[in-house]
């Protein structure tokens, strides 16, 4: 069982559980949980508390956003059709502040290790007539540069690092390859960077397996001067079913800055 918090803020993994969870009424109460889901070839079952959540979730996915209760949540995740019992796939017990945007990446190691990351969205406003780019490392991968028009605009990341950068709005034709080199090994794919939005690309899969992709999702009305409420439109699922997500997190910011404390251990079924 691993059991993930936040220094100063704290995070909840909460697994995808937002489908089956009644939002409360009060924004303080809640953190906006976001998730994806990057482990290949392992369509899951989550389970929240002992109760079943979501079904045959298929990885490449994202899900959400959803507002969960702050709290303590017990969450399991077991190979999709299971009946919840014996060892999972992963676990996690985790404490959710009240007010917080955060995704739950469940992804592979650079060493190819089934593992669940928080990363922090930011969703502060964006200024006049440009766009953020949020790009995370989370495949089974040595570290890569991201190219964007064939040039790099983030070298070195690793996993499980993100970088955020504020360009231009616009049609952006984005790539990954290997550190120091410009020859693709994801990509390249047009994003649609539109005025106003937060764009956050997750680099999944494996390069020795040769199943590398991306999963991306669009914040939108981050506009300097905002003309609504943010809202998240998850790529890759169909908005009903919220395929995708392994697991939840709400984090706070404090100061702008977030010491994240974790203690992990991932286990696979059958072990």
């Known amino acids: 069982m691993r059991r993930i918090t936040l ?7 909460a697994a995808a559980t937002t489908l089956a969870v009644t939002p409360v009424a009060f924004a303080q109460e809640t953190g906006s949980v976001r998730v994806v889901h990057g482990i290949p070839d392992t ?12 079904d045959d979730f298929a990885p490449g996915t994202s899900a959400g956003p959803v507002d969960l209760p702050a709290g303590s949540r017990e969450v399991t995740v077991f190979p999709a059709d299971s009946d919840g019992s014996g060892e999972p796939l992963l676990s996690a017990t985790a404490d959710l502040p009240a007010g917080a945007d955060v995704t739950l990446a469940a992804h592979l190691t650079e060493a190819g ?10 969703v502060s406003s964006v200024p006049a007539g440009q766009a953020r780019l949020v790009v995370r490392h989370t495949a089974a991968a040595p ?6 028009g064939g040039a790099p605009v983030v070298s070195g990341l690793t996993n499980p690092d993100q970088e955020a950068l504020e360009v231009p709005a616009g049609t952006v ?34 390069l020795e397996a040769g199943n590398l992709d991306l999963v991306v999702f669009t914040v939108d009305g981050l506009h300097s001067a905002p003309s609504g409420v943010p809202s998240g439109a998850p790529s890759g699922a169909p ?11 709400g984090v706070v910011l404090v100061a702008g800055a977030v010491a994240v404390a974790v203690r992990r251990r991932a286990t696979t079924a059958g072990r």
């Not at 220094?7 to 993994?13: D, I, K, R, T, V």
């Not at 570290?143 to 964007?148: E, F, K, P, Q, S």
């Not at 390859?177 to 680099?203: M, Q, R």
């Not at 908005?239 to 997190?249: C, F, Q, V």
């Open 43 to 54: 369509p899951v079952d989550v389970y929240v508390d002992g109760e079943r959540a979501l």
């Open 143 to 148: 570290a890569v540069d991201v190219l964007a």
């Open 239 to 249: 908005s009903e079913s919220g395929t995708g997500a392994l697991a939840l997190t």
């Open 173 to 206: 034709s984005a790539a990954v390859a290997a550190a120091g080199t410009t020859d693709p090994v994801i990509g390249p794919a047009d994003l649609d960077l539109a005025e106003g939005t937060a764009t956050f690309v997750h680099a999944i899969g494996s």
């Open 7 to 13: 220094a100063a803020a704290g995070l909840l993994a």
């Open 113 to 122: 290790e089934p593992t669940i990351t928080p990363f922090v969205n930011d």
